[in-house]
Structure formats: structure tokens, C-alpha cells
């Protein structure tokens, strides 16, 4: 379940010694009891390409489908007129291209970067576009739980596995009952007292508009929900392209914990650390260790294939650069006044000019 990442210090410096020193004890565990690599060679070796493309054009499925769910939440949270499918499905695919590539979330902000320049200029739009991002991933919550209730009642779960999972329902319960709560109340919290907390507790109250509305928010909870559904087919056709022959649960148990895997990323991808998260709940299937890390970069691949590929033409398209994902503006940093008392967001600052990024 893909949940907000851990925020590291601000400083760049310290970011890069954490994730290096990290990225050094995961590829060091792995050289001490990782798997072979001629066992890695071989399932590659074996591939069936069929139906990796097959698995590729699900990914791509679902990137749809959650783009959809986005522009629901974004049609709540702001007023007319509203930016067209076309123009959301850019703004997403440019923030999985950052997400792939860069450390933390950056992708999350990349997106607002994209539809804050295409919009029309409103004061607070940056602010609101932020908090439909968070209600966004608010909305992943609810097709990850249904997935994690299938795993624990159908999948062989690793004791070290199942632990993780019931801690993943407990918070992921808590961050909904939450977000349900607070879109409905409009008066200041005492979360909202708190420093630059406030801003950030403020424009996610914005973006959960969408869940005064009963009809649009089932709409886009029911597309994520078609959003995960094409990613556990293409983890399963995937397998098959590997010549892994597992029942579906085992395809269900391998989406949860790789998704568990990326939640704090320590650095592009975790890769190692989601390979292995991948590959041991298989050892109970019978899929050889090697083989399984070698289908966990696979499964990575034909994700990130989607999320690099799409981006990158998206990218272009927007006349957007590399550079200028990296240059993203802090959350943290818009400006709001008090907040009205008559249940609307108030007329927000809209967010500092860093960077501006031309049309």
C-alpha cells in the first residue's frame, strides 16, 4: 500500500548520506545472502517476452484508471472549469516519471507543477492541487486493505510478513477514519495550531472535498479499486512470462508487499530491498530464491517501464526538463490565512514562486 513517504531532514547533504549508507547496508545484505547470479541468469534466460508485454499494458491500464480516480477528486476540490482527462493523465504520468527516478515523492508535487501552469491563474490553486494529491492516496487506502484482507485470508504468509500487514491495516484504518472525520468538520483543530503542520493539514482538508459528495467519491474509489485490480493481473501475468506457476492469492501477497517495500523510500525505487520483499514470501511456493529476485527486478522493470516510458513522452510534451523536477517547491511552504467559518476553503496565497516553471 502506497502510503506518505518519510521525510527526511531538509538538508541535501544528510538526505544523501542516509540514503547512501542505507542503499550500502541493503546491497551489502544482499552480497552476503543474496542469491546467485548465475540462478538470476537463468531465470532471465527463460523469459517468455509475451507476456511481460501483456503485463505492460495492464500497468499502463492502471495508470489510466488511477489518473481517472484523481480527476474525480480534483473536480470536488476546485471550481470551473475543471482540467480535461487528457491533461490529468499528463500531470500523473510526469509525477510517476519523478517518483521512478528521484528520491522521496517528488512525483506527488511534479504533478501539481504540471496542472498549475496549464490552469487558469486562481489564488490557492497550487495549495488545492496539493491537497487533491492527498486525497488521492487517502483513496489508495481503501482498495490496498481490500487487497491485504484477501491476502490474510487466502495467501501462505511468512510470520515476518504478517506482522507488517496487520501494522499496514492498523495505520491505513486510522488514515481514512481520519481523513472521513476531518472533511466534514470545518472548524480549526488543534492539529492546525501546530506550525507549518497547519498548512499541510489545511490543503488536505481542500483536496477531501471530494468526500462531501458520496456518488464522486465512490467513483474514485471504485477507479483505484480498477487501478489495483490491472496491477495484481500483471503481477500474475507476469509470473507466467517468468514460469512461475502460483495460485492468485500468492500474485495478491507479492502487490502487498511490494508495495510495503517502497513506503519510505530510502532511495530511487529501494531496489534490492523490493526484490528480496518480493522473493521470500515466494520461497513458500516453491519458486527458488534466485528466481524470485530475478522476477522482483522484472516486476519492477515492467512498472517502472510504464511510469518512465509514458512520463518521459509526457514530459516533453509539457516542455518540461529533469532539472526542473528536482527544483520542486516545499509542501510546507504556502501561505493561508485564517480559516472561514462557512464550511468553503478560504481564499489561500497561492505558493511560492520556486520554481517557476515556463509555459
Known sequence: MKMPPLRLPKSNLLRALVSLVAMAGAFALLYWRGPSLSGIGDAFASVQWEWVVFAIALNLLSVIFRALAWRAVIRQAMEPPHPGNVLVFSAFSVGLFANAVLPGRIGELARVAVLTRRSPSRNGTWALLVGTVFAHRVFDIVPSLLLIGYVLATADI?????????????????????????????????????????????????????????????????????????????????????????????????LVLMNVATIFPLWPGNVGLTQAAIALPLVSYGVPYAKGFAFGIGLQAIEASVGV???????????????????????????????????????????????????
Request: net charge positive; aromatic share 8%.
Open 309 to 359: 516510458g509514458v512520463g518521459l513522452f509526457f514530459l516533453g510534451r509539457e516542455g518540461l526538463s529533469f532539472a526542473m523536477l528536482r527544483r520542486m517547491p516545499e509542501v510546507t511552504e504556502a501561505q493561508f490565512p485564517a480559516a472561514s467559518g462557512n464550511g468553503k476553503p478560504p481564499e489561500v496565497e497561492p505558493a511560492p514562486e520556486r520554481p517557476r516553471i515556463p509555459r
Open 158 to 254: 511468512p510470520d515476518w510478513a504478517l506482522t507488517s500487514l496487520i501494522a499496514v491495516v492498523s495505520v491505513g484504518s486510522l488514515l481514512f477514519l481520519l481523513a472521513f472525520l476531518s472533511a466534514r468538520r470545518h472548524h480549526r483543530s488543534v492539529l492546525e495550531e501546530a506550525g507549518t503542520l497547519k498548512r499541510v493539514v489545511t490543503m488536505a482538508r481542500y483536496g477531501l472535498g471530494v468526500m462531501h459528495e458520496p456518488l464522486p467519491a465512490i467513483g474514485a474509489i471504485l477507479f483505484q479499486c480498477l487501478g489495483w485490480l490491472c496491477q495484481l493481473f500483471a503481477v500474475y501475468t507476469a509470473m507466467k512470462g517468468f514460469d512461475i506457476h502460483v495460485p492468485m492469492p500468492a500474485a495478491g501477497l507479492v
